[in-house]
């Protein structure tokens, strides 16, 4: 037997020898430990400090509401803060360390909080560190901060990945004691679609942790036999380590599985946790009960425990925090561990029990109608003090107390979605209200019904029903013998002449506090909470919710219901920030969308850019280039001398069919589309209902009932949804279809002076593609390469002669290097987007820049395309006053008076001689790059009456930049402002 | 009852026995001169403002649950005046003043914290927006920096700059943002309104408006009729369903914003930061926890929760540009009820009811208006016209054209 | 959230795109005499029910169908699910 506490028995493998080390020094523990149990085994009772007072603590609890023994599990990257000692499974070499004390845990300097109390009360922070004013920000809130907080992060990144999964399900059950496997049982026997999902690695819940009997077996036994049971069928699927952390909307349950966490790392190829979304059709709340403490004097200290936890480290894990053990109780359930540790040969010094009447015992001396008076024991319990019945004090050696103050039933999962337990007197308790998350059932101990007969009988009473609901018939299934004691409790939440006791262990609130917070008329509970912190630390207030409103219904002369209720809000206990997540993180943060000429791009050396999911070609390097303005500025000039190639695949193209299709358009735009010929393409400029402009592009008619609409990159989406929306929901009788192209189509621009000489060598002959038989604007499908279908548009971004050609997408890698080729004794050029952005800008083209959401068709000086004649979204909102003001913003270009000054965008616009404030502000520049064609920076540029304003010079400034400079406002049309290169 | 140094430390010695109630627990009275229905941060600040700024007295707070309970306690507490447009610019850096003097002004720490506000920068058309930004808040008065990648790694060493899907390319900063204890200023305006005669009534939720020949003239309530001059409603995410019992319809939808704090961490973030690829932003608080938040759930909610979705969508988004936070854990999370306008900008205006006021239409921005909001409420309920920095928030903007449409997003209120 | 698509049965809400208040369906007619006020009702004003509210959500991760989803909205419960398209032709919309 390793360690000075380990006793007898328990469920733990002795054959399975684990070293350990907390805080640097080796101990041994077993396989099936937890690391509390593994420490109390070697007789370590202290493990952490408190939040505030950093009072030495040790761990209170057996389970997943621990306050107390939290640490920092693990090193390196995989440190994990706030771990709880009393969860956390034993393994070969883990290594954990205390945290929130310097220098060391039992010498912790931050203690002399502790010696400063009377200053630290509840709200005393909003009450002072006022003076001086400026004190608060410089000195006070640094040294608040660095005493504040518990564990550390690693500060870098998680090594670990984590992943999620969706499951689907007749009946989750939730919890597998007694109740759980009890509804398990039956729902899995008749059939139904069963998951059973437990925080705990090993199912039973608390027929671990007791000693009676189910018919003739342990209950440890009969737990193991129902799980190999439910393990056979195939339609169960059992969770362990997987924690409900919360009830949403119409069935579905988040499930966080901890699938390495009970490793030194995961195994190869593993998650670390997965959060499941579990669709269930009906869920049963097993989740069992939490005891609570009772408030007395010094109630904090390490040795100071639960009594159902110190019976649980008895019966599971065969250790007991100390070889004396006193009971302090306001029910029977004290008893049950007070005989519990009799029969491990623990010895129970006393049994302190609140109620007069208290039961007798032949094994325990009890002290009926005790109270606790005073502890002792500066880092773990020595001694406590009775206040006796009749008077006078009783001193008690001792080095572990247990307390009962009754139980709570676990009704989290019921108020996920705002509905409120209920008060019970006859288990003086909140049980589930009626307004539960819909298709849940709580049973068993969550329901109140706390004997082990009570919670096998209503699991498998609540499977039945659930089944019913869903038409199931669930046979009753054989339930064994089990204890079917009452509950008999007599309330007694707090000694009330302490003078330091605590509600709250983790965040310190003591009962002074609570009371405090009632002087001050912080009365609701959540006031109360919100002024003390009560119930605000990393165990949720399980442990300290009910005390904290007693307390307070108590001085506020009112019934506990009528205080108010516990809330709970997800999740039921605290998530890995990484299992939300899941995958979505570092490059594979979102989906990477790639065009067809990307691999062939990446071969040729281009730096790629991020434009929404996609990678675009920003510029394709040359050797000897060293800044990308060499790059770009080559680009753009070949392009504009000879030819040059850019994908533009990323612009949405939605396909529009159907006898209507040329009056949705109409629809759509604010332009006209009824008169387009067929074989002609026409901008269109899309208006949002309110007038404003939603996007522009393209429309070409292929046929008399056949568009293609292209869109930009960023509005894809959003425009072929707002389609949808006019189609299915405006005018749904027009006959008329949608589809999304965009990924259908690898389509090139093809641009400038030998750009139609050179797609000659590509479409096929049949096609005559000259200027008289495919002007301006045409459009029409053609084939290339000798019969590839394809369709080609005589439209022009950059103002060049040019074109745009588009093949099915699995031929757009094969289609720019064939176009490369034929490009050759042009000196073809890519062209990536900035080159595009240079040559649209000195076009004065409007992009995702200028169509801000702010911006109207009389912005862009497009206000006469808003045709009246016509039915067309956002033609009525646009007549609005304020979109039509006299000195309404107008786009327009702009030239830096000194050619080498930069016009950037971001800059605003002041009317020179004029103060430099937001009451001058005449504009803003939206777009900004230097044009190799006029040898300087220029900008497009939103200016107050900017179309009656050619010539003037005005001030360009960028305080935030620190730029202040003159600009000249010119047309947008920076080149070829008659569109001749267009039409050549 | 001031607080002081010397009553903190009397009080500490003597059992703090002396400590008074924050403010009384009022008995309604038959009539007032002002109700304002709604004790958030809002209803609070504009009772305080009225008694203290602009002298006004016989001043009532009706509050359907406790005071606090709503938007002022469920958020993320940050405090900022980093808007583009004239319309929002101007009041959210009066209101910021506001903040930079509130204890002294209440004497009430409300621990306003200016350890900066951080937008993070991931394109080149992300950083031209942000420059014409942090010109139009400078333009304004206020305080901006453009960051570079460097100065910004120096801050936060953490942050995801080797191999994240959206690289960052700079930053957006407003050294004065930062985060208040959001409960104590519903608590600080409170106390001081109390103290300056306000009736602040808990538990009175109002059932209606009486109103005659056109003219409000007090509201029904679950405590009985309150007469008043003037009605002053200010309930946030609840506007629509207290309005329509003028019979009024609002620009407003009501949508649920999902917050989140972990467990409480020794200090690694210094300010307050936000992902400008995703929906993610982040601060410490002085206890330790991490508070954050994303996007709303986007669909309308009274439910005061929120779904699974959002909460993995801003995690990813934490997780993106901290990959250490994978192991921090997730404490808690909460919803509150927005009122998201129609162009994402509030109303502080008149109705075309005599005697009947709106506030609302704060969308999830209300928390760093609320001494501004109260301020130019109160400027609004005494001289009946509005407050020179709140001359925007008009119903009327909608029928005008005159939208202050931040985001460009338009009439669609999840959008904003 | 889950919503029992008419044509595909139940998904999950987060394969749809909300929009808004049905009445957005009804959209005012061009040419009244009063549209420019008609479209600022519509454009603008909301009932923003805390009951049962009729809105549009479009199946964008779906068969892009438009439904009309009448949900509670203090209790996310829906109540029925229809495809826009019938909703408008029933409310009178044709081409």
Redesign the interface.
Known sequence: MTGSNRLEGGLIDRSKPLRFKFDGIGYSGFEGDTLASALLANGVRLMGRSFKYHRPRGPMTAGSEEPNAIVELRSGARKEPNTRATTAELYEGLTANSQNRWPSLKWDAMAVNDQLSNFFAAGFYYKTFMWPAAFWEKVYEPIIRKAAGLGTLSHKPDPDSYDKGFLHCDLLVIGAGPTGLAAALTAGRAGAQVILADEDHLPGGRLNAETFTLGDQTGADWAAAAMAELSSMPNVRVMTRSTVIGA?????YGVVERVSDHLPEPLPGKPRQILWRV?SKRAILAAGATERPIVFENNDRPGIMLASAIRAYANRWGTTPAKQVAIFTNNDDGHRTASDLVAKGVEVVAVIDTRTDAPGSDLYDVIAGGEIDQTWGRLGLTRIEVKMPKGGIRRITCGALGVSGGWNPNVHLTCH?RGRPVWNDAISAFVPGDTLP?GMIPAGAAAGDFSTHGALVSGRKAAQEALADLGIDAKPTDLPQAEDAPVRITPFWHVTRAKRAWVDQQNDVTAKDVKLAHQENFVSVEHLKRYTTLGMATDQGKTSNMAGLAIMAEVAGKSIPEVGTTMFRPPYTPTAMGVFAGRSRDETFRPTRKTPSHKWAEEQGATFVEAGLWLRAQWFPKPGETHWRESVDREVTQTRKSVGICDVTTLGKIDVQGT?AA?FLNRVYCNGFAKLAVGKVRYGLMLR??GIVMDDGTAARLAEDHFVVTTTTANA?PVY?HM??VR???????DVQLISTTEAWAQFAVAGPNSRALLQKIVDPEFDISNDAFPFMACGAVTVCGGLRARLFRISFSGELAFEIAVPTRYGDALIRRLMQAGAEFDVVPYGTEALGVMRIEKGHATGNELNGTITALNLGMDRMVSKKK?SIG???S??EGLNEADALKLVGLKPVNPDHTVPAGAHLMTKGTKVSAANDQGYVTSACYSPNLGCHIALAYLKSGDTRMGEVIRLVSPLTGIDHDVEVVSAHFVDPEGDRLRA | MNYSGFKVIKEALTGHRGWGPAWRDAAPQAEYDYVIIGGGGHGLATAYYLAREFRQSRIAVLEKGWIGGGNVGRNTTIIRSNYLLDGNEPFYEFSLKLWEGLEQELNYNAMVSQRGILNLIHSDAQRDAFIRRGNAMILNGADAELLSTTRIRDRYPFLNVNNARFPIKGGLAQHRGGTVRHDAVAWGYARAADQRGVDIIQNCEVTGFRIENGTCTGVETARGFIGAKKVAACVAG?S??LM?KAAM??????HVLQAFVSEGLKPVLPGVITFGAGHFYCSQSDKGGLVFGGDID??????QRG?L?VVEDVCEGGMAIFPMLGRARLLRSWGGIMDMS?DGSPIIDRTHIDGLYFNGGWCYGGFKATPASGFAYAHLLATDTPHETATAYRFDR??RGRMIDEKGMG????LH | ??IDHPLLGPRD??EF?????AS??N??D??AED???K????????????SD?R??W?H?QGD???LVVT?D??????KSVE???DV??REG???
């Open positions: 949403f909307d119409h069935g579905i669709y979605q819909p209507d009056e209902e309110d989406v949804r949808e929306f299915q929901c405006l005018f749904p009788d027009m039915d033609s009525v909102l007549e609005r | 609840s629509s369903r329509q319809r609002l620009p407003i939808e009501s986007g669909y309308n909610s009274y439910a779904n979705p129609m909608f029928e009439n669609q209120p999840n | 959230m889950l809400a987060s795109v909300y929009k808004g208040d957005l369906i959209r005012p061009w040419q549209a420019l006020a479209f600022i009702d519509y454009g603008y004003l909301r009932d923003n029910p805390a509210h809105e549009l479009f964008e892009r169908s438009w949900r909205t203090t209790t996310h419960e829906i495809l826009a398209r408008a032709r919309r044709s081409k």
